[in-house]
């Protein structure tokens, strides 16, 4: 809402207005106007405008320093006390809130910028660029000189009051003073712009790069000095630094696609620096990449006509200069590529350099000749007479050795598809396929994937080819050169193939979108037939339409569907059994080996970052690294991996597949197995132990009952081989041949154990004249318990002592985890040979093999026995 002012206003009402942006106090004029005053009337007028600035600047600065408010104290002891930054800080919003006022603070702020260190120069920078684009420049209109206002309004005379605005001379003065401010504001705004550009001329790379930065986003916002900041951004092209160069084509394309309609202004503005003298063959390799990236449209004729003059002026100097093969050349070609179908050009033009662009073809790197070859074939679309030499061209080029290790895959199989797509020749379309089956085999598998994909979508579409590769046609003789159909083909099918001894015929039928639409039965006087001799096949011809490709053997997919890659060869199998592939994904990304590395060693796919959103066709937008789909982006050893159904499992993965779910299961059961072991081993817990002892010792009453109770009830009395005792009852024989079964079993597992570590350990072999099995026979049976043992459980001292005294002979310590009992009277040598193979067999983990483990465990319960 614009404000008027009238008499009755004074200085102080100014300030305690509602705040608002500085050009809405009076109108702004759109347009410079012409008035009647001289320059020494202008002079004089600038003189006085000044004075009543300052004159309002002092009152409102006088009332500043009598406020108590807590803000403008801080702000005042920031501008005195502050660092740098804290200092900056408080000049930008005091010029935010009053600029009028301010003006000073402003001037002083602009200064900095070229003086300031290289550390703080991104953040002065930064802020005053935001607060002139949201608070000093007027959105719409540019600021205007003092001389360029209606200084003639001035002149009115105040009695009449025919304006509004201006009743009373202060009314006058306050318009002067703000005409005054503009052109202050639009002169600092243009000290700005020139700090900027030695900010850009910098010597650290940072800098000149934020600069430019800034700058570009000054032009895309605001329209003030447009021009200046245009010329300083195309010069920033020519920088010595490469970055900083690349800076500069990003900012400028940005300015393009944010105003589609400067591309004639700055297509001006680089012709300027593309034939200015002295320029180095970077700046202008930087240039024609810059004009090589607009986006035209149908309206753009004129700038399109005008970008391929520039073109072919390039590319009549680089071949002057005897290279065909730079990277000059490819980017000549690709912007010529690109604007050749929005102009309206003369054939001649063309026709003058067609020659030159076919040797670039021959003599130039696979990149640079693929970017020729896109060029030719959009003259072949409306230049009919040059078919026949484009597809000879591109015939040529399948056999060039770079096209497996050039980084422009993509591309290339674009330019065949639609190559194979366009052609209306069924033979030279089928001699295409038959090279294109014959050099997959010098490729790695992600390109043959990629190759076999195009050919499916080819045959999908063209049904004329799928038959003549798959179908065997039949010869049938022709006198008088009177060709029959072959009545054997089927309705179906959209070519006739007839053959006889001396010549070959197809008839050649236009293939339209759609692949299902038939063509209508011809007579045989409208069928257009292509005649050549009978020749065998040749590999290596030029033109493919001689290769007699025809007379060859179509073993090309029986091969690859041999192939050992199980991608290629299913990709084989597919095209031989007539299906059209199907693959979500790009083979070219998901096939190559190094994902297939990161796959076997379990590398995690790249998560997906949210991506912020951009406007469709985003020519700016940055190029985001290819993220796999569907099963390809979970990770190999992952649940939701292992939980996939083996056929949806891609074929290049199910080794990986089989081999986790197998090792999954695995682990599954020796988990189980673990689980079912700890449950045994803690069967016998403390409340159960409470609950024996509580049977045992009769509950509470077990320690007036301890003298009643007899440990040593249940052990029996062991007997020696052939002597049983014949009152023993027939459940103590039974325990007794369990026991022996057991002493057996412990035997067997350590003489096997001994004769496999006894090769291996020199120490061990003192101990060859120990009899293992008559271990259990003579020492066992010394450990006897007659009735009257059973008596007391008390041995005496000398017992005790004799005891002790063995137990002093073995290495462990007592209580240790590596003693072995010596209770039934083992030797101290087949004590130590057990202690050393109980440390063998724990192995580097401290942990047990299980039949060692086990065959202790026997040996303690036949001991507690």
Known sequence: MKRELNDNFTIGEILTTVRQKWYEEYQKAERPYKHSKSEADVLHLRDEGKKYLDAETAAFQLKQSKSQDSETKWLKTALQRGTTSDKTAAGIVLVQDNPKYNLGRLISLISQVRSTKHNQCGMIITSLKELFLEDLLHPTFKLLKLEEQDLDKLDINLNNGSDSIIKTNAGRNRLLAHWYFEDQLREQYERFVTNLSAVASNTV?????????????????????????????????????????????????????????????????????????????????????????????????????????????????????????????????????????????????????????????????????????????????????????????????????????????????NLLYRVLQKDQSILRSYAFIKRILQITFYFSANMVCAMLYIVSK???????????????????????????????????????????????????????????????????????????????YDPFCRNPLYAGATKGINAELEALSRHFHPSVSLFANQIIQGKSIEYTGDPLEDLTLIRFLDRYVFKNPKKLESKKVQKKNDPLAQRAGYTPKGIRSLSVDSAAYLNEREERIPVDELFLYRYLKQKDEIKKRVKKEDDEDDEDADSVNSEEFNDMLDRMGGGQNFGQDFDDLDIAADIQPRKKKGKANEESDDDEDTEDNVSQSEDDDIIDDASEDFDEDIADNDELQDLSDIDLVDIDDENLSDIEFNDSEDEGIFVSAEKFAEMLEEQNKSKGKHGGSNVFSSSDGASAKQIDWEIKRHQRMKGPFGKKRKSVQSSNNNRAKKFKR
């Open 205 to 413: 790379d940072t800098n000149r790069e934020k600069a430019i930065s800034i700058m570009s986003g000054l032009l895309i916002a605001n329209a003030e000095q447009e021009h200046k900041l245009l010329e300083l951004l195309v010069n920033k092209l020519g920088d010595p630094s490469s970055k900083v160069g690349s800076k500069a084509v990003f900012c400028l394309n940005k300015l393009l696609y944010e105003h589609p309609n400067m591309k004639l202004i700055v297509l001006r503005e680089v012709e300027k620096l593309l034939f200015r003298r002295n320029v180095n063959q970077r700046t202008q390799y930087y240039a024609i990449c810059l004009l090589s990236q607009y986006v035209l449209d149908k309206n753009d004729e004129e700038i399109a006509a005008t970008l391929i003059e520039v073109y072919f002026a390039f590319f009549k100097a680089c071949l002057k200069k005897g290279e065909p093969d730079s990277r000059m050349m490819a980017a000549i070609l690709m912007g010529v590529s690109r604007a050749y179908p929005f102009a309206k050009i003369d054939s001649k033009i063309l026709n003058e350099h067609i020659d030159s662009i076919y040797k670039v073809v021959h003599l130039g790197s696979f990149n640079v000749s693929l970017n020729a070859l896109n060029l030719l074939h959009q003259i072949t679309g409306k230049d009919e007479s040059q078919t026949n030499r484009f597809y000879s061209a591109f015939y040529r080029k399948l056999f060039d050795r770079q096209i497996g290790v050039a980084n422009k895959h993509a591309v290339f199989l």
């Open 458 to 536: 080819v045959l999908e579409r063209r049904r004329d080819l799928k038959y003549m590769l798959f179908e065997p046609y039949k010869v049938i003789k022709a006198e008088n050169d009177v060709c029959e159909v072959n009545d054997s083909l089927s309705d179906t099918e959209d070519v006739h193939v007839i053959e006889n001894e001396n010549s070959i015929m197809l008839s050649n039928i236009i293939v339209g979108s759609d692949s299902e639409t038939k063509p209508d039965v011809k007579k045989e006087s409208d069928i257009k037939v292509e005649m050549q001799d009978v020749k065998p």
